[in-house]
């Protein structure tokens, strides 16, 4: 399994570029970068030169997949789309497996929008996470794979930071990809930065993008920029970061903004350097 220690390791998600232009982001001189949403026929092309990368490369599930997954029901409650996750995630293993990929992201749990969408007992939904990480869990053992759950939702069942504490307590091979916009638009009931301390202790990666609750919408992650104010409904990057380092460890940083839109290119770029040099220091304090 990964073990990222307490240098900073700082990269890109393939969401940055077109997926396919994987060699733009060579070009930025990561340590990582994350594979997402590559189709068959890229994927073909470009796995030999993903394998022969100098650095840190890691998939989100599913790799390889053509088109826009329509439900990816991880934690159920119907069995059959259960098991189509399931079928995703054993595809992105084994796409791992084919390159020697230090990771696999795989959301977790089921978006579930309200309770209409699906009437379960709590007990019932608990017990299916429970079950599904626990399946997940046994996959990275076969596989030598790390896991790294990315939280995501809405889930009227599962969205709390001590749900997520307790699926990392019963199964401590599985880790966390703290995604910081989708703890910040899936609940109102916890802020993303109670989310991130309580978290901290079993994040091994962070997805860094901006939002608010008012303008996220799925598939578009805002790039940061300097005026993106708390007042405004944007998260305090800097103070996120400073939580899961006081609080966790020195996780790796995959920057995750999305490829189209409309930011000043420049103060993309300048706030990336600050993030950036943000998380080295807070790094390095760490030991």
Excluded at 51 to 73: M, R, T, Y
Excluded at 112 to 129: N, Q
Excluded at 146 to 165: A, K, R, T
Excluded at 248 to 258: D, K, M, N, P, W
Aim: proline share 6%; with cysteine; charged share 20%.
């Amino acid at each position: 399994m990964v073990n990222l220690g307490r240098a900073a390791v700082i990269g890109y998600s393939t969401t940055v570029v077109a997926p396919e232009q994987i060699e733009r982001l060579v070009a930025r001189e990561p340590t990582v970068i994350e594979i997402c949403g590559l189709g068959q026929q890229h994927w073909r092309d470009v796995k030999q030169y993903i394998a022969n990368l100098p650095l840190k490369v890691g998939l989100h599930c599913p790799i390889p997949f053509d088109g826009w997954v329509s439900h990816f029901e991880i934690t159920g409650p119907d069995a059959a789309r259960q098991e189509q996750a399931f079928d995703l995630v054993r595809r992105t293993l084994d796409s791992a497996a084919e390159i020697g990929a230090a990771y696999v992201n795989v959301h977790f749990p089921t978006v579930l929008a309200c309770h209409g969408d699906s009437a379960l007992r709590p007990e019932l939904a608990s017990s299916l996470a429970m079950r599904a990480a626990s399946r997940l869990s046994q996959l990275s053992e076969r596989y030598g794979i790390q896991i790294l759950l990315e939280n995501v939702g809405p889930n009227p069942y599962f969205s709390l930071s001590h749900d997520f504490v307790r699926v990392f307590e019963a199964f401590p091979n599985l880790k966390m990809c703290l995604d910081f916009g989708h703890a910040h638009v899936a609940s109102a009931a916890e802020s993303v930065y109670c989310f991130a301390e309580v978290v901290a202790p079993y994040v091994e990666s962070m997805h860094v993008y901006n939002a608010t609750p008012q303008q996220y919408r799925v598939g578009f992650h805002s790039p940061p920029t300097p005026d993106q104010d708390e007042r405004g409904g944007w998260m305090d990057l800097e103070r996120l970061l400073g939580l899961v380092a006081r609080n966790g460890r020195c996780a790796q940083l995959v920057f995750e903004y999305s490829a189209a839109h409309s930011e000043d290119e420049q103060a993309v770029r300048w706030s990336i350097e600050q993030i950036s040099s943000t998380w080295r220091e807070l790094c390095a304090t760490r030991g």
